[in-house]
Every structure is written in structure tokens, then in C-alpha cells.
């Protein structure tokens, strides 16, 4: 369906400006609608990749080709500062390499072995997830990637814009996103991009909540790397530790910029040692290591 051509659309090059935008931007807002009825299985598919990825060496990977890889990439990089997910349990599988990233590499996304030279040399386990992502949902290299790894044991999660796609029966947990066809025809940048990125932002926001990287709405997994994120993580624990800002700045220095930590020492007047013993126990859940269970209260 991306390929199609819109009748409506036939003469887009001919029309004044601003009409055009409207129908772009309606597009727009038609791709983010087409996440609507694919809810239940982002549901489903978080709920599986959190379970697998609570294990202490399980990595979360993405794969992809040309402006599906590029989107996520946007998303997965920014797990990482946001919620703390470390860089060592998150890979990329590229078409082309990095390099594609920034330039189009002639010939990438054809090239099936070389998805399965990159799952092979990552070695992809059943301690695993992978997130492949292609519009046509038949991109040779993202569709090896995802076979490839669902033979190897990964958990496998598809997201493709075309109904019944390779893609689609590749994964255990498919995603459709059904933004119809494109304006221009065939620019899956457009429409079945935007979905995706927005399904990407769902899925994994989804995903870090269930391993905690959430508490009272707040982004307890942040990494306070620059002055703007210390001012916001001062005020996440000043918040949640039900106390001063000047004390929450020193539990976020003694806790080494940890947030999760820094509200214990501050609201529960731990040491650093303890807090992070009692986030270990917790498997870094922020709720489960507050519980009065674990606080020796009743």
C-alpha cells in the first residue's frame, strides 16, 4: 500500500503550497491515528520484552534499513540518559552500518547475510530482544535479522506497515500499522515513519516502566548529565523523598547521580550502601525497594 497512488494526489506538484502542507500534514495526523488499533499488541509485545529483559544480561536490539533504521535508532539511543538503560545491553542492526545512518549505502538492504553475519557475531540468545522495523514489512536485511534471531531464541518484535507482511509472520509479537498509502507515493518517511517512531516511543516507554524506570509519573531511571537534568533530578527527589531541594541535591551527590538512590537516602535515611543494596534486592524498582516490607516496617 505505500507504493500507492493516491488519485487525489496525482497533481501534488501543481498545487499552491499551503494546500499541499494541509494534505501532508493530514497524513500526519492519520499515521499517528493508525497506532489506535494496534494497541493491544504494543501491550502485549512490552509486557513480553520487559519480562525477557529483567534479566541482569538480556540486551534490547533494533533492526532495520534506511529511514526505518534511522527512527529507531532515534528511539533506542535515548533510552539510555532517560531511563538509565545501559549502553553494554543495547545494539543496533543497521543496514550498511553506521554509516548508513547519515548517507544511503547502495545495495544494504538487500544484503540478508549480512544480518545474520551481525546476529551471528552478536550472538542473540533466548536472554534477548529484538525490535525489527520495515515499512513493506519484506526488507531482506530486517527480515533476516528477525528470522535469524527467532531462531537463535530472541524474542522477536515486528513492526510493519503492510497486512500479512514477511516481517509480520517472522515475529512473535507483530505489529501492523496500517498508514494506507503514502503522499508522495512510495515515501515511507512520511506516514509509515512517523507511525513507527511513534510506535517505537510507545512500546519502549512501556517497556521501562514495567522495569522501573517510572515512579509517580517521574523518570526515576534519568541520567542527570548536564545542568537542566540536575535542576529536574533534584526536583524529582526533593518530590518523591518529601523533602528540601538543598537535600536532595546532596543525597543526588552521594548517590553518585543515581535517582532512585538519592531517594532513599533522602527520604528513608539510608547510606549509599544501602540504598543500592536495597535497589538490588528490588531489581532496580523504586516502589518494591520504598515498600515498608523492605523497610523492616510492618
Aim: hydrophobic share 45%; with cysteine; aromatic share 4%.
Amino acid at each position: 500500500m505505500t507504493e500507492t497512488l493516491e488519485p487525489r494526489f496525482r497533481d501534488l506538484d501543481l498545487w499552491p503550497l499551503r494546500t499541499a502542507l494541509d494534505a501532508l500534514w493530514e497524513g500526519q495526523l492519520a499515521a499517528v491515528a493508525a497506532l489506535g488499533p494496534a494497541l493491544p499488541a504494543l501491550a502485549s509485545a512490552a509486557e513480553a520484552a520487559a519480562k525477557r529483559l529483567r534479566e541482569e544480561r538480556a540486551r534490547l536490539c533494533y533492526a532495520g534499513a534506511g529511514s526505518s533504521a534511522r527512527v529507531a535508532v532515534a528511539d533506542g539511543s535515548e533510552l539510555p540518559p532517560t531511563y538509565g538503560w545501559p549502553e553494554s545491553r543495547l545494539h543496533f542492526l543497521v543496514a550498511g552500518g553506521e554509516r548508513a545512518l547519515l548517507r544511503p549505502v547502495e545495495g544494504a538492504e538487500d544484503d540478508p547475510e549480512a544480518a545474520r553475519s551481525e546476529v551471528h557475531r552478536l550472538g542473540l540468545s533466548g536472554a534477548d530482544v529484538l525490535v525489527a522495523v520495515a515499512a513493506s514489512g519484506g526488507t531482506p536485511y530486517t527480515l533476516a535479522a528477525a528470522e535469524e534471531a527467532r531462531r537463535r531464541g530472541a524474542l522477536v518484535v515486528g513492526i510493519a506497515n503492510a497486512e500479512g507482511s514477511p516481517l509480520l509472520r517472522a515475529a512473535h509479537h507483530p505489529v501492523f500499522l496500517p498508514t494506507g498509502p503514502e503522499v508522495p507515493a512510495g515515501s515511507t518517511r512520511m506516514k509509515a515513519g512517523t507511525a513507527q517512531k511513534a510506535a517505537l516511543n510507545l512500546l519502549s516507554t512501556a517497556v521501562m516502566i514495567r522495569l522501573g524506570g517510572v515512579h509517580d509519573g517521574m523518570m526515576v531511571g534519568m541520567r542527570p548529565l548536564n545542568a537542566k537534568l540536575r535542576l529536574r533530578a533534584t526536583g524529582i527527589v526533593a518530590r518523591i523523598a518529601s523533602c528540601t531541594e538543598d537535600r536532595a541535591a546532596r543525597a543526588l551527590e552521594a548517590s553518585g547521580g543515581s535517582i532512585k538512590a538519592a531517594i532513599l537516602i533522602a527520604g528513608a535515611g539510608l547510606s549509599p550502601e544501602e540504598a543500592d543494596r536495597r535497589l538490588s534486592e528490588a531489581g532496580g524498582r523504586l516502589r518494591e525497594a520504598l515498600s515498608p516490607r523492605r523497610s523492616g516496617g510492618p
